[in-house]
């Protein structure tokens, strides 16, 4: 491992040093235009911008705003240099997050929770799946994420998946570790474009509470063979890493983190015959990493490794009578080794797998009934996800190594040596068992749209039929000990030892489900042109047969623009959610039987609660909704030539699902409700400087949003370590749900993003550099475990934080070092997250003290 970091930063360094001489040979380069955000422009001219076929620059997006319709005014759009510029490796998750109304927290987890702890372990580095993204102020999974229009959202769980750190406290029986808010991970290098819709979305998407992001994959080119190819590295090596203990001390004396990260993709589409292309593609990331075990454990290093591939097949023919068939194939494959740190021997295997196929049929069928130029959609897609956590063993047991007054008693439990001084140390063995969970999926759709009056209308049906299959093994945990003063046991007994014995366990029983559910969703819209005004109309309709509801969601949006550089839109919407399918599949999953045992612990187990199985659909409940008004002033500014765009955005949310039972007897009600303000200001602009030489293209992007989010219930289930403890906070205790409602707004009140991208050297080469600002505010952090009355129960202690202001500078740059072949650039690319290495807001934990700075990837690619 340390002999190919070197050997990569000494290449780096040489291309970095002699690329300024290369800079004569780069000019020869013919001019590139600058990829840009584009703002507001419609679905049908943005996909004309970037569909790659017959340019000679890539396929790449103008770098213009459509000022001229602005009915989209809640929608952004990433072109492939921007999405490359902002994400980090190949997650194209990661460069949606400096977005207005799209939120992502270090100092917070998936859940909304505080984040006690921003040092990073080796499992954050493991981690190679999409970022987790909210949008306007809804949960990570309450969005429509889509591969070219196609739903790629998983139905595993309708709470945020567990994550791996959750099991360090109380693993969840039922959960899937691993588990995310999608099906597909989509990687960097395979999008042309994605649109990120945060509010007045058009009636065609639905299924959410946030919004809609829609990815567009390369696509075969019918014109000419075309291909790229690319490869980075990183390492610890690459990487600045600080203390961030409040008292900048290491006192479990825990090892820096050391790993390795590669990122390999290669996409290839050629003609093979006059009316027919096709399309390949591979990505691949992998990391691995050395994880130190905890102190209890003798802090023994292991060996641990992930893997993230994604494999694309698509295309594309064209009939003789201008009909198009289009077809694609995309795979992803997802593993990751996880071994549990606090723990002697716990490891789990994390597997996803999602293929998702889909064919269209296209073909313009002229006038039809009252439209002109009209076209007709039709589309079947058939999808298959599997998630897999795999554990040899199904028992397991959180015995006390070392207790909070210091008696060791780790005297019977194998490999458990605790350090002296070391405060409350447990060591966990055994295992939960191993989990299967298989999603099987039809889709058809069909669209047909065309020109009425002054302006288009269209229309469309899509229909959904879901087949879930999910078991678990048989699995006991024993969760709390007494002392064993009399040093008995039963012969055999796993869950005793001379010193103490587990008087609480929980059980589940083995389980097998099979879940079906179907929906069904129509929608019509219609846009008009009257003099200065346009006016944009739509209706939803969408069916499920697990509420069994009929949702009608009006769309609607109205906008003035008397002049050029001037437009006001103004738009009142409705969207509904679709995540109660997960409801469908949590159905039937058994509940937790709980057995006691106490004084003796030869004595039998007594069982005193048994949950039941859960029931959630059938209950005459409404669908989660959000009312939505929004605002948008956009202005040619005569005196820079830029382009500002003002957006004020309000969401009412009813009928959210919400526990109103307890955590053993869940009721689920439509109690809930939420409300999300924001204010946004943008400013865009590209131009070609005359004044300084070598420089091509130059490009300014700009937001700052100001954001409130509350949220009161709407907690569907308690995850185990909320299961567990209820909260104490100022003197007072909470449950769950009531200190999820006194937190009140956890988004960053204030953010500002600036991205500056400029080209040189007629493309050889290119510098980009995006500055996210979050402004100070007050939350709170976790404080550890407290037992305020001796005789009660314990407690997770939380405490007011102020959180600092925050800026974090990337800088992406690219040099021409060759040229291969006919005209194909051989490109270094270097890209520096953190470039001033600042620590971020919040602190880290003494069992992962160390907080990565700045980092650097390095790598290369080459077009042909």
């Known amino acids: 491992m340390r002999h190919s970091s070197v050997r990569a930063l000494l290449f780096t360094s040489t291309m970095l040093v002699a690329a300024p001489f290369a800079a004569p040979f780069a000019m ?121 229009g196609i739903g790629i959202n998983s139905v595993v769980t309708p709470a945020s998946p567990s994550t791996q750190g959750d099991e360090s406290v109380v693993p969840d029986l039922l959960g899937f570790y691993g588990g995310h808010s999608q099906t597909q991970y989509v990687p960097s290098s395979m999008v042309e474009q994605v649109e990120v819709m945060d509010s007045n979305v058009s009636a065609e998407y639905g299924g959410f509470l946030g919004g809609s992001v829609n990815y567009k994959l390369r696509k075969p080119d019918l014109e000419e063979a075309r291909g790229a190819l690319s490869y980075s590295f990183q390492s610890d090596d690459f990487a600045k890493y600080s203390l961030g203990t409040e008292d900048k001390e290491n006192p479990n004396n825990r090892a ?51 893997r993230s591939d994604f494999y694309r097949f698509a295309l594309t023919h064209e009939l003789d009578n201008g009909d198009r068939l289009t077809g694609s194939l995309n795979y992803t494959d997802y593993d990751q080794d996880w071994n549990l740190e606090n723990t002697r021997d716990v490891k789990l295997d994390i597997q996803n797998q999602a293929l998702l196929g889909e064919v269209g049929y296209e073909r313009d069928i002229g006038n039809l009934w009252f439209m002109r130029n009209a076209t007709l959609d039709l589309g079947v897609n058939l999808q298959r996800n599997e998630i897999a956590n795999t554990q040899d063993e199904n028992q397991q047991f959180n015995w006390i190594g070392m207790d909070r007054n210091g008696n060791d008693l780790s005297a019977g439990i194998e490999g458990c040596d605790p350090v002296a001084g070391g405060g409350v140390q447990m060591c966990q063995t055994g295992g939960t068992g191993s989990k299967y969970f298989q999603d099987n999926r039809i889709g058809l759709d069909a669209k047909v749209s065309g020109e009425v009056g002054n302006g288009t209308f269209k229309s469309g049906i899509e229909l959904e039929y879901y087949d879930v299959n999910r078991r678990g093994e048989a699995v006991e945990y024993y969760t709390s000990t007494f002392a064993n003063t009399a040093g008995n046991c039963n012969p055999g ?67 003035w623009a008397p002049s050029d550089g001037f437009s006001l839109t103004v738009g009142a919407n409705r969207y509904y959610d679709d995540n109660y399918l ?130 009161v219930g709407g907690t569907y289930f308690a995850t185990p370590s909320q299961e567990s403890r209820d909260v104490w906070y100022n003197g007072q205790a909470y449950n769950r749900s009531a200190w999820d409602e006194n937190l009140g707004n956890l988004d960053q009140p204030f953010r500002a993003t600036a991205e500056i991208r400029s080209q040189w050297f007629d493309g050889g080469m290119s510098l980009g550099l995006v500055a996210d600002f979050t402004d100070a505010y007050s939350g709170v952090l976790y404080d550890g475990v407290t037992r305020p009355d001796p005789n009660g129960p314990l407690y997770s202690e939380y405490k007011d934080h102020r959180f600092k202001k925050y800026v974090l500078f990337n800088l992406n740059a690219s040099f021409k070092v060759a040229e291969v072949g006919n ?42």
């Not at 507001?40 to 213009?64: F, L």
């Not at 006059?274 to 990331?285: I, P």
């Not at 131009?687 to 030489?693: D, F, K, L, M, R």
């Open 28 to 148: 020869a380069q013919s001019a590139t235009d600058l990829d840009d955000i584009v703002v507001g422009v419609p679905t049908e001219e943005a996909e004309g911008q970037t569909s790659g076929e017959g340019t000679d620059d890539g396929g790449i997006a103008s770098n213009t705003i459509d000022e001229d319709d602005p009915a989209n005014s809640g929608t952004s759009t990433l072109g492939q240099d921007s999405i490359l510029l902002r994400g980090n490796g190949q997650d194209a998750n990661s460069a949606l997050v400096g977005l207005p109304n799209v939120h992502y927290r270090s100092d917070v987890n998936e859940d909304g929770e505080v984040n006690d702890d921003v040092g990073e372990g080796t499992d954050d580095v493991l981690d190679l799946q999409p970022q987790e993204i909210s949008i306007s102020g809804a949960r990570v999974n309450e969005n429509n994420i889509m591969i070219d």
């Open 256 to 306: 820096k983190p050391k790993w390795t990260k590669q990122n390999f993709s290669l996409d290839y589409s050629t003609p093979v015959s006059e009316n027919t292309a096709v399309m390949f593609g591979y990505s691949t990331q992998r990391a691995t990493a050395e994880k130190q075990r905890a102190p209890q454990f003798g802090s023994e290093v292991v060996d641990s490794k992930s």
């Open 493 to 559: 007994d796993p869950s005793c030892t001379a010193e103490q014995y587990f008087w609480a366990r929980q059980t589940i029983d083995a389980y097998n489900l099979d879940v079906t559910a179907s929906k069904v969703g129509a929608y019509a819209e219609i846009d008009q042109t009257f003099g200065d005004f346009f006016l944009r109309g739509g209706l939803r309709m969408d069916y499920n047969d697990v509420l069994e509801n009929v949702d009608i969601a009006p769309r609607l949006s109205a906008t």
């Open 823 to 864: 005209g194909n650039d051989l490109m270094l690319d270097v890209q520096v997250n953190n470039l001033f290495d600042r620590m971020p807001s919040g602190t880290s934990s003494d069992t992962s003290p160390w907080v990565r700075g700045r980092t650097v990837w390095v790598g290369t690619n080459l077009t042909f």
């Open 582 to 711: 997960a409801y469908a599949v949590q159905d039937a999953l058994p509940r937790t039987r709980m057995g006691l045992r106490f004084g003796d612990p030869t004595l039998p187990w007594n069982e005193t609660f048994n949950g039941g199985e859960t029931s959630y659909s059938g209950r005459g409940l409404d669908t989660p909704y959000n009312d939505e008004l929004s605002v948008a002033l956009g202005i040619k500014d005569r005196f820079t030539n830029g382009f500002w765009r003002v957006r004020a955005l309000q969401r009412k949310g009813k009928d959210l699902f919400t526990n109103e039972g307890t955590s053993t007897s869940p009721t689920l009600t439509n109690g809930g409700e939420s409300d999300y303000k924001s204010l946004v200001l943008e400013y865009q602009k590209t131009w070609q400087p005359t004044n300084i030489p070598h420089l091509n293209n130059l490009g300014i992007y700009t937001s700052l949003t100001w954001s409130d989010s509350n949220r």
